[in-house]
């Protein structure tokens, strides 16, 4: 088998990005499994070997998560969400990582970690709630291990850190029993004060957690080399502790990787860095129009790197799959996506007095006079009927 | 004369900025080849180059803290914060840094920034798209706040913005981006109407009396012009007042609209507690009290987090609610 260090050549200087001259030459090498064109490699550090079912399910996991993903952009292009953050392109560095948790561990997502949330065994609508503008929340941090989605870029880093702290603090670390987090960010979110501040004290704490950041190249318009010089997975050593580059689409790597880390994490090793080097094969969010400020090129050569493709030419390579499992795996995706679709448009509203609700553990007076006054004003348009009825406003209210 | 959206209307402000003052910078998330989300900046970096307008890395605290050196160094930096929820990891350096040393300096340092925040809620966004902070920053002596209504507005007050040599905070009502107008940007700033005042937008027509005096600014102006148009067209009257500056306040023309009406109403999208409706509310009482009718009446989000996109037309002050305070100050 071929060395596991491929070099990821011109991939992190987009045609779009300004001239940065102190740029490093001779990006750092990064642990590939899987070449694109489905060749397996071996790793000395990372590698673990995948079982054929194993390989089955990971190719089944990521042909879902885009499927559903897709969903969610049909859906918002149809008005039925406000948003959709894709996570097209990313479905290997998340399903990788995501696998590669045990049940003992946390997750701190973004708001685009949709791949992850399913390889947890989250109801993928949990996002679609958020979306769609009918919660804020959406999913009980506890049930699942898997925190809720944060949208102010880096918050969430801060947070893993101390609930790995907690972890620590519990005695939950030394053993293969420990207790790992894994809180993800990406390139435009490591240049926050928050995710800076998070790996001191990670570091200095010990904490049991691994950053997995998912360098897609961009934060919205802006290249990565707006948000740091040298290669992310450098920031790492500064802050004392290990860090490891990683084919963002090698799904295999990207597992063995995590693994690794968070078991490193768990036994009490103290926090890693992980850099996935990927591609946001879509806009930021449908919001987001990429031909601004990225070549179509660009986008086709990362298209030649596709994740789910490379898993595909390995097993058909090794005969491990056939025609009619990649025609079943695509049909179950298409069927839960149908499903998916079905429970969206049936999602409920929210009720107006729910908006109210939890501001406070124990409530507040003031507050339950601003709901007993909205809901006197809310009965005063019931009781007068018709005369109200809808004229300018959105509300449908207005006399 | 030119029909230009809000969004428009502050890009060709800005634009005149930049061409006018080559000390002008144009900083923050996107504001580059993107133009920014809202389209504000755009052609801007493609005209005026990438020294003057730049993409920042993502990191709000960075924007306004390396302002402040740009200033210290002689220019005139204007900052974009992508969304209103997204200035508060920017707000140690606003408050603690940007407001105060004027201050601290005895007057030798002047800090010529302006702080652009699209704010405000009614697009159907997600978590933190759609706040209204700017009672934190009206709060803080030593900044500056402002909030456009309209093009016209918007044209102007983003150059007057940059032409003070105070640190500006200058609010943009994201829901009114895309409102057009005729804006004559053939005028010059000398002739502007001035940055730190108030304007009456509605009065009542010659020989008939207004009964009650809405005060707002930004995104609620329309609110309550729209509700005034609804009053006439059921044989009332109300006076409407854009206050444009929020920090500082200018309320004689508030006084003098509510001398004659005897009813006060604001409205904001803001939270109602310790917002600008409580501050003028006082001033209102303190000034005018022997006119009053009414108390001054409130018309505001409620106290809770801005709430998920499905329910944000029961939290916005619509032109509902405004009609229904009207009638509650009447009935008093
Ligand atoms: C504090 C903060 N500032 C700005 C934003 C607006 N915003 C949302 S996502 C984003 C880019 C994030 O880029 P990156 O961290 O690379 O993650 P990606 O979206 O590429 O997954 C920005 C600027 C935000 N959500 N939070
Ligand atoms: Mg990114």
Redesign the pocket.
Known sequence: MLDGQAALGGALDPPTAPASAGHETGEPEFVQLLTPDGKRLTHPEYDVEFTDDELRDLYRDMVVVRRLDAEGTALQRQGELALW?SLSG?EAAQVGSGRALRPQDMVFP???EHGVLYCRGIDPIKPFVLFRGVAHGGIDPNEHKFNMYT?????QTLHATGYAMGVALDGKVGGDDGEAVLAY????????G?VNESFVWASVFQAPIVFFC???????S?P?ER?TRRALVHRASGFGFPGVRVDGNDVLACYAVTRRALDEARHGQGPYLIEACTY?MGP??TSDDPTRYRTASEVETWQGRDPILRLRRHLESRGLADDAFFDEVAADAARQAVELRERVLAMPDPQPMDMFNHVYVEGSPDLEAQREEFARYLAAFASEGPAMAAEQTGGGRHR | MSTLTMSKALNEGLRRALEDDPKVLIMG??VGRLGG?FRVTDGLQKDFGEQRVFNTP???SGIVGTAVGLALRGYRPVCE???D??V??AYDQIVSQVAKIHYRSGGLVRLPIVIRIPYGGGIGAVE??SESPEAYFVHTPGLRVVSCSNPVDAYWMIQQAIRTDDPVIFFEPKSRYWEKEEVDTTGTLADAYPLFASRVVRRAPAGRSAQATLIAYGPTVRTALHAAQVAADEGRELEVIDLRSLSPLDLAPVYDSVRRTGRAIVVHEASRTGGLGAEIASRVTEECFYSLEAPVLRVTGYDIPYPPARLEDEFLPTLDRVLDAVDRSEKW
């Open positions: 953050a990313q973004t708001y685009r949208i102010v870029v880096g918050a960010f990406g390139d435009g979110a490591s240049s926050q928050d998912q360098n897609n190249q961009y934060a919205i802006t990565v948000q946001r930021h969010t | 998330e996107d989300v993502l990191a709000e914060i992508q969304f929820g997204f508060y990891p933190h798209h």
